[in-house]
């Protein structure tokens, strides 16, 4: 009997769970510019409070609104330019004292400090933006302008402290570096970050069917060209997470155990993900690979569509490289009575997590399905991120949505008075790909047209899956359903 997917992704998620304390302990420091996208390990709080000093908003001219409080245009205030400031000098001191009816004042651009006053020492307060100054003398003794509008203490100023404090929460543990994280952790002197690493998945296509290169037309005339495999490898990169695709293989229990034997020899991966060599009424490739390692089998079948048949299990630990321990020999050995291997009892150094296998469908769309909404799970739940929530679009009935059947590829021929997009069911939770839409009033979700499991084009031209949980028989036009991005948002 399947498993039901609420209980699927709890039983996946608690596997995800007791490996991800370990997972964390695998440092990564990284410079700010290489972290976007990774997870941080730890709360980081702001070290300091910036600005760290008073600054100037607006190229203008600093001065002391006290002094040039009676400026009107009845009766302009004369000014006498000393200097310039830059963002980055050093402040001047400046003579503040009044001479022949005229204050100073300092020329400034944007992101400089406040010149000083040398009569009391505190530093100039207010701005005169260039635009409200009028130049009516050039050389000589210095420039001289008037202003004719009276600035107020602070405008146009950053002040101290005004964006971040020390100590300011600026990333929560399990959160993503988006680059707007990386603006605020480099505006307050964070060069470097303690980052989760990342999840290293090994991608598997089975099946003699599959044609991974294309030689020539010939060669291809037979064959299928794998796609589902090309796929899973840029759905883990598209994660920020590490993925290595690792080709296609018959569909024989042997050649498939040795192939996994030697990458958990080599400690090279944290999930495998197959494709293919999965059926429901004897013993598959893979099951029976995960029986001659050892392995522990956690799920067998899910109630889903797309997607159901398939395999989730631990593996035996990582073990040393180059051991002692001689390769075993799985030919000849049959499901019924397997060469089971028993890793030695030291663990290879550097390891955080047992690994696991997710054996999925070879149906393209099917293996997305699965991919999305159980991998994506466990690795995000790997890793320390939250658990991920829908969006609520509402369903617009289009030429292009209309209702399929379950069964049959081509439209259902019920018909309501609010027409039926989507059919649900009450053994299992439905999954469709579909079209996400902005509208002026709102999100609009769109069901793709067609939905055969081995067709690209539909697919390739949706942008998210609908979710039709179990017991929910239909999902009508202007309903609210889920919506969920093809790619798990890390911010």
């Known amino acids: 009997m399947a498993t039901s997917f609420d209980n699927a992704r709890n039983i996946i998620g608690g596997a995800a769970s007791e490996r991800a304390e370990r997972f964390a302990h695998d440092e990564d420091l990284r410079p700010l510019d290489s972290a976007v996208g990774r997870i941080v390990k730890e709360n980081i709080d702001s070290p300091i409070s910036t600005p760290t000093f008073d600054s100037v908003a607006i190229n203008g001219y600093a001065v002391i609104a006290s002094q040039v409080s009676r400026a009107t245009a009845e009766r302009p205030m004369r000014l006498r330019c000393m200097g310039m400031m830059k963002a980055g000098d050093q402040p001047l001191q400046v ?105 290293r998945v090994g991608v598997v296509s089975i099946g003699g069917e599959l044609q991974s290169t294309v030689i020539n037309q010939q060669a291809l005339r037979y064959k299928i060209p794998d796609a589902t495999g090309p796929f899973l490898t840029a759905a883990v990169r598209e994660m920020g997470e590490d993925a290595e695709y ?52 956690h799920l067998q079948n899910v109630a889903m569509q797309p997607g159901g048949s398939l395999l989730f299990a631990s593996l035996p630990e990582p073990i040393i490289a180059h051991t002692q321990q001689s390769p075993p020999s799985f030919y000849g050995s049959g499901p ?64 292009s949505a209309t ?39 709102g999100v609009s979700v769109e069901v793709a047209k067609e939905r055969s499991p081995a067709k690209a084009s539909p697919f390739a031209s949706s942008n998210c899956w609908m979710h039709v949980p179990r017991g929910h028989m239909s999902v009508g036009d202007g309903d609210l359903t889920n919506i969920y991005p093809f790619c798990s948002p890390k911010s």
């Open 246 to 297: 690792l080709g296609v293989l018959p569909d024989d229990a042997n050649v498939l155990t040795a192939f996994i034997y030697d990458k958990l020899e080599n400690n090279q991966f944290d999930v495998f993900v197959t494709t293919g060599g999965i059926n429901k009424s004897t013993p598959c490739s893979v099951e029976t690979t995960i029986c001659n390692l050892g392995g522990k089998m």
């Open 336 to 399: 019924t009575t397997p060469n089971v291997w028993s890793p030695p009892q030291t663990s290879a150094k550097n390891i955080s997590v047992q690994p696991v296998i997710f054996a999925l469908p070879g149906s393209p769309i099917a293996s997305a399905c699965c991919f999305r909404f159980l991998v994506t799970p466990y690795i995000r739940a790997l890793i320390g991120m939250q658990a991920e929530s829908a969006i609520l679009a509402r369903v617009a009935s289009t030429q």
């Open 95 to 199: 003579d503040d004292r009044v001479v022949d009816g005229m204050v100073c004042c300092i020329e400034t651009t944007v992101g400089a400090a406040f010149p000083t006053a040398k009569s009391t020492g505190r530093p100039f307060d207010s701005i005169v933006p260039r635009e409200h100054a009028e130049v009516i003398q050039e050389g000589g003794s210095g420039r001289i302008l008037q202003i004719i509008r009276l600035p107020l203490t602070s405008w146009h100023k950053r002040i101290t402290g005004s964006d971040f404090r020390k100590g300011d929460r600026i990333l929560d543990r399990g959160m993503a570096i988006a680059p707007k994280y990386a603006m605020a952790l480099a505006s307050v002197g964070v060069r470097q970050v303690s980052v989760t690493r990342q999840v």
């Open 403 to 441: 209702a399929y059947s379950r069964l049959y590829d081509r439209p259902s021929t019920t018909t309501t008075s609010n027409e039926t997009i989507v059919d649900g069911s009450m053994e299992y939770d439905t999954f469709r790909h579909a079209i996400l839409k902005s509208q002026h009033d």
